[in-house]
């Protein structure tokens, strides 16, 4: 007996001195992980950052210090640039989250047929984008698509109306599109909360004799608060993000009616090769961001004391 | 307060019929338990009455009134859930309060009912907390709170007590049959603990496949269980069932011959049983005492709790026995022991599992 104990405190003493320290150990770990992000991450926004304070272009760069983002802060047009990307965000997020709202509470609803219209939802999620937004290309063209068409035959409009051709209807052509898009992932996140919350407590409230919209405002919306603000701050940071969609549909037209900070950056750094106010724009973006994210988190907190179960 | 009648309710979930034929009449002011193993269709009934969910047939009335057709809130019921349903973002307070908001009661009267609630269930300095900060047995009386303050007619529980710990389930067993004497209020309580039933019931409803198996008081299920199946739920440690052959019948009672050979007379009505049918011997563990003319047991488990000895073994073949003796009995594992019961003490079971009724059973105890 007293032979097995003192092998297994040699053994353990070996062990030890063999094992490496646990924070090199740790490092080892992360390691790896730590230099992907840093070579995907953290050195393009570097160079970003370093490009901003340059005047770049095919041909070269030259410091220029902070002359591009004087630029930007005079420029009236990227001002509005940056009025109507808060406008298409603010627009476009509260459409999906009152859209994806009414739509996991209908999901949700005791009626036959729920499991098919829940897979229903899920196409303009998972087609992919350029195919999604060349179907509403086609939607909104005013000579073969059916909403022009459907506008003449109930009279609307005299003749084809081109949604995309003008700066007001484009733009919320677009918004329209962007929700298309965006809104089933909401509902979805929603509707898995909602299949959170206790059958009992909406028993426990219907038996007290609270009404569907009661319980609704008083059980649904409180038990469900944090996915529906942090799913607020990821579908913001996504619309804000968002490329491809008015790309293809507008290319930020037009007259820039559609442009914006996102758009505007590419166009300025790729489409025009101006490196370095594109980076500005690019640099700009990141710290609207980060405030908007900060606010946000404020406002999980609060959400999370206010709700929350302690 | 309210009676409470429920007249052959049946409930159906598609082909699979649940409930049958259930006919109760509550009296006012009557603690009543439903009891039975799972799936007998406790707690479908009790959610039947508190329109939750809808009979296939018959009919609810309550207080004079017929209200199988009513929304709950009009039935002037309240009900505690397994679970608490209590709401995690309200504090306790507003947890107490919800139904009077519901109701928009004016801010003065809700606290005036908020605060009796919680000064009955000891929850005055626990107003602000919410409930993820309270204890299990803290969180069960603000389910209960939220009942009290609606005044109800009816006081519905579905197994409010299962959630907690044996010793808080104790404590608060006392202090639901307090709470019940101190709001003289009709309760209606769900449970599959038997001794829950026991402690707490002014009348015990068995329910066991959906059927009512017995109504009645404790010690009358206790003394004169109508069925088995009743015999075998209600006392601790269950009721000993042991296979016999009916070797004669007379006046007195029937004689039998119970597994393992011993020969007993049992004064019990025998109209339904005639010599060589077998039945079965009901004999309840705290009725054997240790002695030299009974049946012999061999004993294989043995549990000294103190104050008593559970005794486990075998009786003949392999019918399990169970007895509890006196604590510091001299009993040996692995080492045969006798064992009297007196006659008038046996239940005898039909081939049906009908009991043929006692003739000197203990006088009922109200």
């Given at each position: 007996m007293a032979d097995i104990a003192t092998d297994y405190a040699a053994q353990g003493t070996k062990a030890?001195?063999?094992?490496?320290?646990?924070?090199v150990f740790?490092?080892?770990?992360?390691?790896?992980?730590?230099?992907?992000?840093?070579?995907?991450?953290?050195?393009?926004?570097a160079e970003t950052i370093r490009l901003s304070f340059m005047e770049a272009r095919l041909g070269?760069?030259?410091?220029?210090?902070?002359?591009?983002?004087?630029?930007?802060?005079?420029s009236k047009k990227f001002h509005q640039t940056v009025v109507r990307t808060f406008y298409w965000m603010f627009l476009s997020v509260g459409l999906k989250l009152?859209?994806?709202?009414?739509?996991?509470?209908?999901?949700?609803?005791?009626?036959?047929?729920?499991?098919?219209?829940?897979?229903?939802?899920?196409?303009?999620?998972?087609?992919?984008?350029?195919?999604?937004?060349?179907?509403?290309?086609?939607?909104?063209?005013?000579?073969?698509?059916?909403?022009?068409?459907?506008?003449?035959?109930?009279?609307?409009?005299d003749g084809p109306f081109e949604f995309l051709a003008y700066k007001q209807s484009a733009f919320y052509s677009a918004v329209v599109a962007d929700v298309w898009v965006g809104t089933p992932m909401v509902t979805l996140f929603f509707l898995a909360a909602m299949q959170g919350v206790s059958r009992d407590l909406y028993e426990a409230a219907w038996v007290d004799g609270a009404g569907r919209w009661y319980r609704f405002r008083r059980i649904t919306i409180p038990q469900i608060m944090p996915v529906i603000v942090s799913m607020s701050l990821l579908s913001a940071i996504f619309t804000f993000n968002s490329f491809e969609i008015i790309w293809i549909l507008t290319e930020g037209g037009p007259r820039g009616a559609t442009t914006t900070l996102i758009v505007d950056t590419y166009k300025t750094a790729i489409s025009n090769f101006k490196f370095g106010q594109g980076s500005a724009r690019a640099v700009i973006i990141v710290i609207l961001l980060g405030i908007f994210s900060l606010l946000y988190l404020n406002v999980l907190k609060f959400v999370n004391r206010k709700y929350g179960t302690k | 307060m309210a009676t409470l009648s429920l007249n052959a309710i049946t409930k159906s979930f598609g082909a699979a019929k649940v409930l049958h034929d259930i006919s109760l009449a509550i009296e006012d002011k009557e603690f009543v338990v439903f009891v039975g193993p799972s799936g007998c269709g406790k707690s479908t009934l009790l959610r039947i009455i508190a329109g939750l969910e809808e009979a296939t047939s018959g009919s609810i009335v309550i207080d004079g009134a017929d209200v199988s057709a009513a929304p709950p809130v009009e039935r002037g019921i309240s009900m505690v859930f397994q679970s608490y349903a209590l709401y995690p973002h309200l504090s306790v307070y507003e947890n107490i309060a919800f139904?009077?908001?519901?109701?928009?009661?004016?801010?003065?009267?809700?606290?005036?009912?908020?605060?009796?609630?919680a000064d009955i269930l000891q929850l005055t300095e626990k107003l602000h907390l919410k409930p993820g900060q309270l204890s299990g047995g803290q969180r069960q009386r603000v389910a209960i709170g939220r009942s009290i303050v609606r005044n109800p007619k009816v006081f519905l529980f579905d197994e409010p007590l299962s959630n907690l710990d044996a010793a808080l389930r104790g404590d608060m067993r006392v202090e639901l049959s307090q709470l019940h004497q101190s709001l003289d209020a009709t309760m209606v309580?769900?449970?599959?603990?038997?001794?829950?039933?026991?402690?707490?019931?002014?009348?015990?409803?068995?329910?066991?496949?959906?059927?009512?198996?017995?109504?009645?008081?404790?010690?009358?299920l206790y003394h004169h269980p109508r069925t088995k199946f009743v015999a075998s739920f209600i006392g601790q440690p269950n009721m000993n069932l042991i296979p016999a052959k009916v070797l004669g019948v007379d006046g007195t009672g029937v004689q039998v011959e119970i597994e393992g050979g011993h020969r007993m007379v049992l004064p019990v009505e025998a109209a339904t049983v005639n010599a060589g049918d077998r039945v079965e011997v009901g004999i309840r563990p705290e009725h054997v005492s240790i002695g030299?003319?009974?049946?012999?047991?061999?004993?294989?488990?043995?549990?000294?709790?103190g104050g008593v000895s559970i005794t486990y073994g075998t009786i003949g073949e392999a019918t399990r026995f169970c007895a509890s003796l006196p604590g510091d009995a001299a009993i040996s594992k692995d080492v045969p022991l006798k064992l009297n019961v007196a006659p008038h003490d046996c239940h005898v079971f039909d081939a049906a599992g009908d009991?043929?009724?006692?003739?000197?059973?203990?006088a009922l105890v109200a």
């Open positions: 030890k001195t063999k094992s490496l320290p646990e924070a740790a490092w080892l770990l992360i390691g790896p992980a730590m230099l992907f992000i840093a070579v995907i991450v953290a050195w393009p926004l070269g760069e030259q410091y220029v210090g902070l002359a591009n983002y004087q630029e930007l802060a005079e009152i859209l994806g709202l009414i739509g996991a509470t209908l999901l949700n609803a005791a009626v036959p047929g729920r499991g098919l219209f829940r897979v229903l939802v899920m196409p303009p999620w998972i087609i992919p984008m350029a195919i999604g937004m060349i179907g509403w290309l086609w939607l909104y063209n005013g000579y073969f698509g059916v909403l022009s068409g459907t506008m003449m035959t109930l009279g609307i409009t | 139904p009077l908001r519901v109701q928009k009661m004016e801010k003065a009267d809700m606290d005036a009912r908020v605060q009796r609630a309580y769900v449970t599959h603990d038997q001794v829950e039933a026991m402690t707490m019931a002014d009348r015990i409803v068995v329910l066991n496949g959906g059927r009512v198996e017995q109504f009645g008081s404790p010690m009358e030299n003319d009974g049946f012999e047991i061999s004993v294989n488990v043995l549990e000294r709790l009991v043929l009724r006692r003739k000197s059973a203990p």
